[in-house]
Protein backbone atom coordinates (compact mmCIF):
# COMPACT_ATOMS: atom_id res chain seq x y z
CA UNK A 1 0.00 0.00 0.00
CA UNK A 2 2.66 2.38 0.84
CA UNK A 3 4.94 1.88 -2.22
CA UNK A 4 1.79 2.34 -4.49
CA UNK A 5 0.96 5.64 -2.38
CA UNK A 6 5.03 6.43 -3.05
CA UNK A 7 4.46 5.63 -6.88
CA UNK A 8 1.35 7.99 -7.41
CA UNK A 9 3.11 10.98 -5.58
CA UNK A 10 6.35 10.03 -7.61
CA UNK A 11 4.22 10.43 -10.92
CA UNK A 12 2.25 12.84 -9.53
CA UNK A 13 5.91 14.94 -9.38
CA UNK A 14 6.34 14.06 -12.24
CA UNK A 15 4.13 15.30 -14.72
CA UNK A 16 4.29 18.56 -12.40
CA UNK A 17 7.92 19.02 -13.76
CA UNK A 18 7.11 18.40 -17.09
CA UNK A 19 3.73 20.93 -17.13
CA UNK A 20 6.52 23.35 -15.40
CA UNK A 21 9.21 23.04 -17.64
CA UNK A 22 6.71 22.96 -20.40
CA UNK A 23 5.14 26.61 -19.00
CA UNK A 24 8.49 28.77 -18.98
CA UNK A 25 9.40 31.81 -20.65
CA UNK A 26 9.78 31.01 -24.55
CA UNK A 27 13.44 30.92 -25.49
CA UNK A 28 14.83 34.15 -26.32
CA UNK A 29 14.87 35.22 -29.63
CA UNK A 30 18.39 34.98 -31.81
CA UNK A 31 17.53 38.74 -33.64
CA UNK A 32 19.96 41.27 -32.12
CA UNK A 33 22.57 42.73 -33.94
CA UNK A 34 25.40 42.67 -32.37
CA UNK A 35 28.35 42.69 -35.29
CA UNK A 36 27.76 44.26 -38.74
CA UNK A 37 30.38 43.34 -41.00
CA UNK A 38 30.14 46.30 -43.33
CA UNK A 39 30.73 48.41 -40.49
CA UNK A 40 33.80 47.35 -39.48
CA UNK A 41 35.32 46.32 -42.96
CA UNK A 42 38.50 48.28 -42.67
CA UNK A 43 39.43 45.89 -39.76
CA UNK A 44 39.32 42.98 -42.95
CA UNK A 45 42.28 41.14 -43.91
CA UNK A 46 41.80 40.71 -47.53
CA UNK A 47 43.22 38.29 -49.76
CA UNK A 48 44.11 38.90 -52.83
CA UNK A 49 44.60 42.37 -51.39
CA UNK A 50 42.66 44.18 -54.11
CA UNK A 51 39.01 43.44 -56.14
CA UNK A 52 36.87 44.13 -52.92
CA UNK A 53 34.40 46.69 -52.68
CA UNK A 54 32.02 47.98 -49.86
CA UNK A 55 28.81 48.80 -51.69
CA UNK A 56 25.19 48.63 -51.68
CA UNK A 57 24.04 45.75 -54.14
CA UNK A 58 20.76 45.45 -55.83
CA UNK A 59 19.51 41.70 -56.33
CA UNK A 60 15.48 41.03 -56.90
CA UNK A 61 14.55 44.72 -56.31
CA UNK A 62 16.30 44.65 -53.03
CA UNK A 63 18.84 46.80 -51.76
CA UNK A 64 21.19 45.47 -49.15
CA UNK A 65 24.95 46.57 -47.72
CA UNK A 66 27.36 44.68 -49.06
CA UNK A 67 30.87 43.75 -49.29
CA UNK A 68 31.72 42.19 -52.81
CA UNK A 69 34.54 40.19 -53.55
CA UNK A 70 36.58 38.71 -56.19
CA UNK A 71 36.62 34.67 -56.30
CA UNK A 72 38.52 32.87 -55.51
CA UNK A 73 39.27 35.48 -52.43
CA UNK A 74 38.88 35.40 -48.35
CA UNK A 75 38.22 38.26 -45.67
CA UNK A 76 39.45 37.91 -41.99
CA UNK A 77 38.20 39.26 -38.88
CA UNK A 78 39.48 39.19 -35.57
CA UNK A 79 37.17 39.61 -32.83
CA UNK A 80 35.74 37.79 -29.72
CA UNK A 81 32.00 36.34 -30.28
CA UNK A 82 28.69 36.84 -28.35
CA UNK A 83 27.00 34.33 -26.68
CA UNK A 84 24.42 32.40 -28.45
CA UNK A 85 25.76 33.90 -31.66
CA UNK A 86 24.18 33.33 -35.54
CA UNK A 87 25.97 34.46 -38.10
CA UNK A 88 23.55 35.47 -41.19
CA UNK A 89 24.40 37.31 -44.17
CA UNK A 90 22.29 37.35 -48.00
CA UNK A 91 24.56 36.02 -50.59
CA UNK A 92 24.38 36.64 -54.63
CA UNK A 93 26.63 35.82 -57.49
CA UNK A 94 27.37 39.02 -59.67
CA UNK A 95 28.29 38.10 -63.35
CA UNK A 96 31.29 39.75 -64.71
CA UNK A 97 28.80 41.54 -67.57
CA UNK A 98 26.06 41.45 -69.55
CA UNK A 99 25.57 38.49 -71.21
CA UNK A 100 28.31 36.43 -69.57
CA UNK A 101 27.57 32.78 -68.85
CA UNK A 102 26.15 31.46 -65.78
CA UNK A 103 28.92 31.33 -63.21
CA UNK A 104 28.38 28.77 -59.74
CA UNK A 105 30.75 30.48 -56.61
CA UNK A 106 30.75 28.20 -53.46
CA UNK A 107 30.31 30.57 -50.80
CA UNK A 108 32.08 29.41 -47.50
CA UNK A 109 32.25 30.55 -43.64
CA UNK A 110 35.06 29.10 -41.20
CA UNK A 111 36.42 29.86 -37.86
CA UNK A 112 40.02 29.84 -36.31
CA UNK A 113 41.89 30.22 -33.34
CA UNK A 114 44.87 31.21 -35.19
CA UNK A 115 45.99 27.31 -34.28
CA UNK A 116 42.96 25.19 -36.22
CA UNK A 117 40.50 26.16 -38.43
CA UNK A 118 36.73 24.84 -38.84
CA UNK A 119 34.44 25.01 -41.74
CA UNK A 120 30.28 26.03 -40.30
CA UNK A 121 28.67 26.61 -43.28
CA UNK A 122 28.78 26.52 -47.59
CA UNK A 123 26.34 26.83 -50.07
CA UNK A 124 27.04 27.06 -53.93
CA UNK A 125 24.99 29.45 -55.98
CA UNK A 126 24.75 30.86 -59.71
CA UNK A 127 24.01 34.14 -60.80
CA UNK A 128 20.14 33.27 -61.58
CA UNK A 129 19.17 32.37 -57.42
CA UNK A 130 19.28 36.67 -56.34
CA UNK A 131 19.59 36.81 -53.02
CA UNK A 132 19.75 33.68 -50.68
CA UNK A 133 20.29 33.52 -46.90
CA UNK A 134 23.25 32.31 -45.17
CA UNK A 135 23.27 31.16 -41.68
CA UNK A 136 25.58 29.80 -39.36
CA UNK A 137 25.53 29.10 -35.68
CA UNK A 138 28.53 30.36 -33.57
CA UNK A 139 27.34 29.42 -30.36
CA UNK A 140 29.92 27.15 -29.60
CA UNK A 141 32.76 29.64 -29.80
CA UNK A 142 31.40 31.84 -27.06
CA UNK A 143 29.72 31.34 -22.96
CA UNK A 144 30.56 29.47 -20.19
CA UNK A 145 31.82 25.77 -21.11
CA UNK A 146 32.14 22.97 -19.05
CA UNK A 147 35.82 23.06 -18.92
CA UNK A 148 39.16 24.79 -17.33
CA UNK A 149 41.17 24.92 -19.89
CA UNK A 150 38.55 26.03 -22.89
CA UNK A 151 37.31 29.82 -22.21
CA UNK A 152 36.08 31.15 -25.73
CA UNK A 153 34.93 34.45 -24.40
CA UNK A 154 38.85 35.42 -24.01
CA UNK A 155 39.56 34.18 -27.48
CA UNK A 156 39.75 36.95 -30.70
CA UNK A 157 37.99 34.03 -33.37
CA UNK A 158 39.04 34.81 -36.86
CA UNK A 159 35.93 34.64 -38.77
CA UNK A 160 36.48 34.24 -42.59
CA UNK A 161 34.49 35.14 -45.87
CA UNK A 162 35.71 33.11 -48.63
CA UNK A 163 34.61 32.06 -52.12
CA UNK A 164 35.70 29.43 -54.72
CA UNK A 165 34.71 29.58 -58.57
CA UNK A 166 32.78 26.22 -59.50
CA UNK A 167 32.52 26.38 -62.92
CA UNK A 168 31.52 29.36 -65.27
CA UNK A 169 32.74 32.77 -66.22
CA UNK A 170 34.40 35.42 -64.18
CA UNK A 171 31.81 36.93 -61.44
CA UNK A 172 32.26 38.75 -58.19
CA UNK A 173 30.61 37.08 -54.95
CA UNK A 174 28.29 39.23 -52.71
CA UNK A 175 28.14 39.03 -48.80
CA UNK A 176 24.49 41.22 -48.33
CA UNK A 177 24.33 42.38 -45.03
CA UNK A 178 26.77 40.09 -43.18
CA UNK A 179 25.91 40.22 -39.59
CA UNK A 180 26.37 38.22 -36.10
CA UNK A 181 23.06 38.25 -33.99
CA UNK A 182 22.39 37.03 -30.98
CA UNK A 183 19.49 37.71 -28.27
CA UNK A 184 19.02 41.06 -26.06
CA UNK A 185 20.79 39.93 -23.20
CA UNK A 186 23.54 38.20 -24.70
CA UNK A 187 24.13 41.29 -27.00
CA UNK A 188 24.36 43.41 -23.48
CA UNK A 189 26.63 40.99 -21.99
CA UNK A 190 28.87 41.30 -25.21
CA UNK A 191 28.98 45.18 -24.95
CA UNK A 192 30.32 44.97 -21.64
CA UNK A 193 33.24 42.48 -22.34
CA UNK A 194 33.90 44.46 -25.41
CA UNK A 195 34.49 47.68 -23.48
CA UNK A 196 36.58 45.33 -20.89
CA UNK A 197 38.91 44.15 -23.91
CA UNK A 198 39.38 47.85 -25.23
Do not use: N
Amino acid sequence: MTSAIATHRYSFFIVLLLFAAGCGPPPATVAFRAVELTHIYDRAERRPATGFDLTVHVADGIARPAIVMPVPARAIWSLPLPRHGVFRAFVAVDPAGAGAPATAVRFRLGISDARVYEGLADRTLTAERGWTEFRADLSAFAGIKWSLFYRPDRVAWRIVLATDAVGGGPSKAVWGSPQILTDIPSAREYAKRRLQVH
